[in-house]
């Protein structure tokens, strides 16, 4: 094989193995910056909680809203999202069903 012929390749087998290497599904940063910190409660329909890791120390709260589909991130420290946290968790109990053995 020739010289033009290797570059190419080896180019392209680079290319491609650092696209699967690099998606696994996992975030190496933080996925929220800016935080809402105005009350929005009545308007979240899914509320997603990521917890800190070695990547983002910060617990990261993801509200998608009811009517645009908009994905907001919440701060964690405010008194009415600690509220939401609170139902949604006492709701998700409600609905487990209990096993009896």
């Not at 010289?3 to 696209?19: A, D, K, M, R």
């Amino acid at each position: 094989m020739s010289l033009s012929t290797i570059i190419p390749i080896l180019v392209f087998l680079t290319i491609h193995e650092g696209s699967i290497v690099g998606d696994h599904g996992v975030n190496l940063r933080c996925l929220c910056i800016n935080k809402e910190r105005k009350p929005i409660g009545r308007h979240i329909a899914v509320l997603e909680v990521h917890p800190a890791t070695s990547h983002c120390v910060e617990v990261q709260i993801i509200a998608t809203l009811k009517k645009d589909k908009l994905k907001v991130c919440l701060d964690p420290d405010v008194p009415w999202v600690k509220r939401v946290l609170k139902n949604r968790r006492a709701r998700q109990k409600v609905e487990e069903p209990t096993s009896k053995a």
